[in-house]
C-alpha cells in the first residue's frame, strides 16, 4: 500500500514563474492536507480538502495560492507569480477521515520548491 | 485556540543513554496529542498519539510518551537512544471539540544522539 505520493520532490522556479505541486493521498484516504515548512519556524497549515471541496483555508495566503482536489487525480497546490519568499518545503498529508479527531494524518516526502 | 511548545529546540544525548523530548499544549477541552519524526529531507513519519485511556502511550522504534493533564504536558522519551534517533521532532495537539480538526504542530526539537 503505498504512502502518500508528492512530486515533483524538487523544483526550481524563476521570481514571477508559477509553480504547481501535486499530492496522491495514501488509498482509501479522502481528505487531503497542505502544510509549509520555513526553516526554524516549524510546520504551518495551509489549506484541508476533501474531493471537490475546500473545507479549510484559514492558511493559505489569500493572493497567488490556490489549490483543488478534483474528483479524479491528485490535489494540486498551485503558486502563481512565485517571489523568493515561497521558497520552502511544501507537505502534504492526507487521512481517511477528519470528522473523527482521532484520525492520524500521514505526511508525504514534501515538495521543496526553490524560488530563484 | 489551540497551541503547542516544544522549549528545545535541541536536545544531544549520548547513545545508551535515556532521551526526553518536551511539549506542553494549551487547547480547550480534551487534547489530542501527537508526536512525529522527520528525518533529513524527507516527511514527517507518525510515532504515536494519545487519545484517552492509559496516560503512557507507546509508539514505533521504542519510544513512548506520557500524557499529563495537570501539567499540559506530552513528554516524548525512549530509555536507551540510538544514533539511528537523531532527527527532528514535532509535538502537535487537536481539539476534540468540533471544527475541523485541523492539528497544530510545534516548531519541533532537534534531538541529536552522540556515539
Known amino acids: 500500500n503505498a504512502g502518500v505520493m508528492q512530486n515533483p520532490r524538487h523544483l526550481v522556479r524563476r521570481r514571477g514563474q508559477e509553480a504547481r505541486l501535486r499530492c496522491s493521498p495514501m488509498?482509501?484516504?479522502?481528505?487531503v492536507y497542505w502544510y509549509r515548512q520555513l526553516p526554524e519556524e516549524g510546520l504551518k497549515f495551509m489549506v484541508y480538502?476533501?474531493?471537490?471541496?475546500?473545507?479549510?483555508e484559514s492558511g493559505m495566503p489569500k493572493e497567488r495560492f490556490s489549490a483543488e482536489f478534483p474528483k479524479e487525480g491528485p490535489s494540486i497546490l498551485r503558486i502563481q507569480q512565485v517571489v523568493r519568499g515561497d521558497s520552502a518545503a511544501y507537505f502534504c498529508?492526507?487521512?481517511?477521515?477528519?470528522?473523527?479527531?482521532?484520525?492520524?494524518?500521514?505526511f508525504g516526502p514534501g515538495t521543496r520548491l526553490t524560488v530563484l | 485556540a489551540q497551541s503547542v511548545a516544544q522549549p528545545e529546540d535541541q536536545v544531544n544525548v549520548a547513545e545508551g543513554n535515556p532521551l526526553t523530548v518536551k511539549c506542553t499544549y494549551s487547547?480547550?477541552?480534551?487534547?489530542?496529542l501527537f508526536w512525529y519524526v522527520q528525518y533529513p529531507n524527507r516527511g514527517l513519519q507518525f510515532l504515536l498519539k494519545?487519545?484517552?485511556?492509559?496516560?503512557l502511550v507507546k509508539g514505533s522504534y521504542g519510544f513512548e510518551a506520557e500524557f499529563n493533564k495537570s501539567q499540559t504536558s506530552f513528554h516524548l522519551k525512549k530509555p536507551s537512544a540510538l544514533v539511528s534517533d537523531s532527527a527532528l521532532y514535532f509535538c502537535?495537539?487537536?481539539?476534540?471539540?468540533?471544527?475541523?480538526?485541523?492539528?497544530?504542530f510545534g516548531r519541533g526539537t532537534s534531538l541529536i544522539v552522540h556515539p
Open positions: 498529508a492526507s487521512s481517511r477521515d477528519s470528522q473523527t479527531s482521532t484520525d492520524t494524518q500521514y
Open positions: 488509498k482509501g484516504h479522502s481528505h
Open positions: 480538502l476533501q474531493k471537490e471541496n475546500i473545507i479549510d
Open positions: 487547547v480547550s477541552g480534551n487534547p489530542y
Open positions: 494519545y487519545i484517552t485511556g492509559d496516560n
Open positions: 502537535a495537539v487537536r481539539h476534540t471539540s468540533g471544527g475541523s480538526y485541523i492539528p497544530t
